[in-house]
């Protein structure tokens, strides 16, 4: 069992490497792509919505073949998807058709959908007392990607100069081929199924609890307390991140910063998300998962505070944001590792894709709205909202803290 816990790490980590890269490797000029193809800058952001919206709504279909699957067929069909979505992408770039960049970015969400399933993959196999690191480790794996990705984006678009390719879809060709690589990496060395696998070893009292199927997933959710909250600090702490990161850049540039101030800022909110999941995964193992998840809720209204009064100060502005991605980390590695705990192995697999959908739909709508309370309030009241948004999650982790203390897994 060690062997092949490490054997299954190693290939988690090498796939977050790969699929992680061909993600922000093209999303950075999404954008530019969408105004290019409609001709208008007003439609400049749907593309990077509708990556969202597959993300989300592949979720459920991706954890519904898990769970009858295993991990390995639905990992490599959604990498699949997303690379036939970078292929449609570029087409409708050649092509100049906006509604077919829509299907294109819906369908390249579905390889976000993986990066993010794969951190419940390292769970399967883990010890109980080791699983909130496994899940950090396969986190921490995306950073090379999260960082590399957009300054990779300038190069892949220069490769296609002088072809009929426009430069602006050359990184989404080059994604597309990092899907393909890692789906491959994938459906070659995921095996024995990590998924497969744990449920096989699993005691047969617990073999015989719930069954396979989504709705048995919806069923110990509403039976489990602690599956609750951890869906809870999941769905807030990606919300309340997503939506002050977003509109950060916006009251950058009205403080008179310019785009490098404004990349170093993003790329220390990056570092805080992806560099120290390894540490959150060792707190949450050695002082319990909601014990972070206060600590979680603690450093988002910290780094709310610090944003939203920050005002030219830009140095404020960067720890707020660092603070930011330190909180959104230890929400997401400790609500994770308390929602594989809090459910029986046979409904993992589709909890957890009913956890990415719950997430991925709750930042969709809080991105769309940060926007309005920018213009109508300022990034100030956004702030506030953001940290308004961890107090009942902090009232419910101590509530469920006291009410339904931690079983042995």
Same mark, same amino acid.
């Given at each position: 069992?060690?062997?092949?816990? /490490?054997?299954?790490?190693?290939?988690?980590?090498?796939?977050?490497?790969?699929?992680?890269?061909?993600?922000?490797?093209?999303?950075?000029?999404?954008?530019?792509?969408?105004?290019?193809?409609?001709?208008?800058?007003?439609?400049?952001?749907?593309?990077?919505?509708?990556?969202?919206?597959?993300?989300?709504?592949?979720?459920?279909?991706?954890?519904?073949?898990?769970?009858?699957?295993?991990?390995?067929?639905?990992?490599?069909?959604?990498?699949?998807?997303?690379?036939?979505?970078?292929?449609?992408?570029?087409? !409708?770039?050649?092509?100049?058709?906006?509604?077919?960049?829509? %299907?294109?970015?819906?369908?390249?969400? !579905?390889?976000?959908?993986?990066? %993010?399933?794969? /951190?419940?993959?390292?769970?399967?196999?883990?010890?109980?007392?080791?699983?909130?690191?496994?899940?950090?480790?396969?986190?921490?794996?995306?950073?090379?990607?999260?960082?590399?990705?957009?300054?990779?984006?300038?190069?892949?678009?220069?490769?296609?100069?002088?072809?009929?390719?426009?430069?602006?879809?050359?990184?989404?060709?080059?994604?597309?081929?990092?899907?393909?690589?890692?789906?491959?990496?994938?459906?070659? %060395?995921?095996?024995?199924?990590?998924?497969?696998?744990?449920?096989?070893?699993?005691?047969?009292?617990?073999?015989?609890?719930?069954?396979?199927?989504? /709705?048995?997933?919806?069923?110990?959710?509403?039976?489990?307390?602690?599956? /609750?909250?951890?869906?809870?600090?999941?769905?807030?702490?990606?919300?309340?991140?997503?939506?002050?990161?977003?509109?950060?850049?916006?009251?950058?540039?009205?403080?008179?910063?310019?785009?490098?101030?404004?990349?170093?800022?993003?790329?220390?909110?990056?570092?805080?998300?992806?560099?120290?999941?390894?540490?959150?995964?060792?707190?949450?193992?050695?002082?319990?998962?909601?014990?972070?998840?206060?600590?979680?809720?603690?450093?988002?209204?910290?780094?709310?505070?610090?944003?939203?009064?920050?005002?030219?100060?830009?140095?404020?502005?960067?720890?707020?944001?660092?603070?930011?991605?330190?909180?959104?980390?230890?929400?997401?590695?400790?609500?994770?590792?308390?929602?594989?705990?809090?459910?029986?192995?046979?409904?993992?697999?589709?909890?957890?894709?009913?956890?990415?959908?719950?997430?991925?739909?709750? !930042?969709?709508?809080?991105?769309?709205?940060?926007?309005?309370?920018?213009?109508?309030?300022?990034?100030?009241?956004?702030?506030?909202?953001?940290?308004?948004?961890?107090?009942?999650?902090?009232?419910?982790?101590?509530?469920?803290?006291?009410?339904?203390?931690?079983?042995?897994?």
């Amino acid at each position: 069992m060690p062997r092949l816990r /490490r054997r299954t790490s190693s290939v988690l980590i090498a796939s977050q490497m790969l699929g992680g890269l061909g993600v922000p490797i093209s999303i950075a000029l999404a954008p530019a792509l969408a105004t290019e193809v409609s001709g208008t800058e007003a439609l400049s952001g749907f593309a990077s919505t509708a990556a969202v919206v597959g993300t989300a709504l592949v979720s459920l279909p991706l954890a519904a073949l898990m769970t009858r699957r295993g991990r390995r067929p639905g990992l490599v069909l959604a990498y699949g998807i997303g690379a036939a979505g970078a292929a449609l992408v570029v087409l !409708a770039a050649a092509v100049k058709s906006f509604p077919l960049l829509m %299907l294109g970015m819906a369908a390249f969400g !579905a390889a976000s959908s993986a990066n %993010l399933q794969a /951190r419940f993959a390292a769970a399967d196999l883990a010890a109980p007392d080791h699983r909130a690191r496994a899940i950090s480790v396969v986190v921490w794996a995306s950073t090379l990607g999260a960082v590399l990705g957009p300054n990779l984006s300038a190069p892949a678009s220069r490769s296609f100069a002088g072809t009929s390719i426009p430069e602006t879809a050359g990184p989404f060709v080059w994604a597309g081929a990092v899907f393909v690589l890692t789906g491959t990496l994938l459906g070659v %060395l995921l095996r024995p199924d990590p998924l497969l696998t744990a449920r096989a070893l699993a005691s047969p009292a617990e073999q015989g609890q719930g069954g396979h199927s989504l /709705r048995a997933g919806f069923a110990a959710v509403k039976a489990s307390p602690r599956a /609750r909250l951890a869906l809870a600090t999941v769905a807030v702490s990606h919300t309340t991140m997503v939506s002050i990161m977003v509109m950060t850049p916006v009251d950058l540039g009205h403080h008179g910063a310019g785009l490098q101030l404004i990349g170093l800022v993003i790329s220390g909110h990056i570092a805080g998300m992806f560099a120290f999941s390894p540490v959150m995964g060792w707190l949450a193992d050695r002082l319990g998962r909601l014990s972070v998840i206060g600590l979680a809720a603690g450093l988002l209204s910290l780094a709310a505070l610090l944003a939203g009064t920050a005002g030219p100060d830009h140095g404020q502005s960067a720890l707020g944001l660092f603070l930011l991605g330190l909180g959104w980390s230890a929400g997401m590695v400790s609500g994770s590792a308390l929602l594989t705990d809090s459910v029986p192995s046979g409904a993992r697999a589709a909890v957890q894709g009913l956890s990415d959908l719950t997430m991925n739909t709750c !930042a969709g709508l809080g991105g769309a709205c940060a926007g309005l309370v920018m213009s109508q309030a300022g990034y100030g009241w956004l702030n506030a909202i953001g940290a308004a948004l961890l107090l009942p999650l902090a009232a419910l982790a101590l509530f469920t803290s006291r009410r339904h203390p931690a079983v042995s897994s």
